[in-house]
């Protein structure tokens, strides 16, 4: 080794030892005839001393030429500082060097590698090995670890297998693009990047491996966002035997000892939702539930009172703000303002502040009196001192609008703590969701999930009302993991392609394998996956995945680190059977 102890551990118990550390120059403090040098790894930073007359005149002359970020191994013996500094662990000591030598030279970082850094972000992922020597950068990624470490650990104990699935494979249905690769020895051919290992852990199924898992890297192609990349990572699980119930209390269980075992924090029960109550109630497949602001319906209380607005709507919607009674006309101006923007598209926003004296004051006070208010503010349970928000419209946009606004208010309200963990599963998802664009019925979840046995004979007279037997695992209103109990025979899935509007045949070309599977006793099963970025990204208290990747790409896919994608040799295109003829913009 060519150091004795790393530059984070070094005690006032140390004092007098003779020790050699290696690590990055992070910093040095020059005045003449005194040096310091702060020398960092992974583990920490430790203070170098060089003094003039205890030290010889090359050896500091040696570390005064030192630039930042050089690497150097320094001899010396651990001494009692005069000043400490208590803002480091091993603040007590510093090593009063009398060898240096310099493993290597390093140009002047374009960043300054510390905590607090001057680097912008696309300069910080040019350089994302610089970048990720910065402590809070690499502790991100010590938490990933760890919460894979334990994650192995909690299903390991639990008799699960983790099994390898092929990269090169064939069209996945989780309802994005695929990432595709030519194949050279089979011209004009090509795989798909799996966006799921779906079908293979299903396989397992049918091959009796009972408990399967992996931690997967899952391709698809999307248009990026802050908590997307085109290559993510899934903790992806199945179980034979199971019914959803097994399949939630297993996963709560691994949900649970990651809490615990990395975090330190006893997550207590994880609440139970419809899929339609998550829609009446939050507007929202995925609600926050670290504060209340839970929708009320006025239709009854506010229709026909003569304001034809609420009149003509299909719903009338109302969330309480606790303690907002106090918002000025100028805040409300701008929530006003904020709810009409494009993005939400709500015509106007109707408010009722509730006044200390018990009298109501609101936006439609021509159309309602007093006793009218006072009903609405009962049914929203506000109290004196609250405001209430109230959006009409269609039921479906109205809703989807207010989950905004309950959100917005959530977080103005200073209600949404990065560090309250409110656990969620979202239960009964519908089979199918009707696509405007394609005008036909896609998978809610995937083609696999298996239909609620009491919902089947829906299928043919109101596909939309069937019911999956399909979950969410939502935390503080992020997505965190997805299941289903799956198909297991061949008609139930015929019949499902049917309905999702795939021929025989062409469910036969992309699918005929697992159909076939199903023909040779295949059990019971059913799984789910996490989206295992994001659920870092929870625990790091962060909203963007990116920092939990060790190497990412930025929202165009890029990797301007290695600069990629890149255009190939006209050799390797040929080699490919491939000619390019791209189309101009
Ligand atoms: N393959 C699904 C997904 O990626 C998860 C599952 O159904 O187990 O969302």
Known sequence: MLRTHTCGELRLADVNKEVTLAGWVQRVRNKGGLIWLDLRDR???????????????ALLEKAGSLGREFVVQATGVVIERTSKNDKLPTGDIEIKASALEVLNAAKVPPFIIEDETDGGDELRMKYRYLDLRRNV????????HRMMQETRKYMDAQSFIEVETPVLIKSTPEGARDFVVPSRVNPGEFYALPQSPQTFKQLLMVSGFDRYFQIVKCFRDEDLRADRQPEFTQIDCEMSFVDQEDILNTFEGLVRHLFTHVKGVDLGGVERMTFADAMKYYGNDKPDLRFDMKFVELNELAQGKGFTIFDQAELIVGICATGAGEYTRKQIEALTDWVKRPQIGAKGLVYVKCNEDGTFKSSVDKFYTQEDLKAWAEK???????????????????????????????????????????????VDFPLLEWDEETQRYHAMHHPFTSPKKEDIPLLEIDPGAVRANAYDLVINGVEIGGGSIRIHDRPTQQLMFKHLGFSDEEAQKQFGFLMEAFEYGAPPHGGIAFGFDRFCAIFGGSDSI????AFPKNNSGRDVMIDSPSTIAEEQLKELSIALALKKE
Request: hydrophobic letters at 40%; charged letters at 35%; proline letters at 1%.
């Open 43 to 57: 583990y920490g930073v430790t203070q170098l001393i060089f003094e003039e007359g205890s030290t010889d005149k």
């Open 137 to 144: 950068v690499r502790e991100k990624l010590q938490l990933r």
């Open 380 to 426: 929203a349970n506000a109290k004196a001192g609250d405001l209430i928000l109230v959006l009409s419209g269609d039921a479906k946009t109205t809703r989807k609008q207010m989950s905004e606004l309950r959100l917005k208010m959530g977080e103005d309200l200073g209600l949404r703590d990065r560090n309250v963990f409110r656990p969620l599963w979202v």
């Open 546 to 549: 990116r920092d939990y990747i």
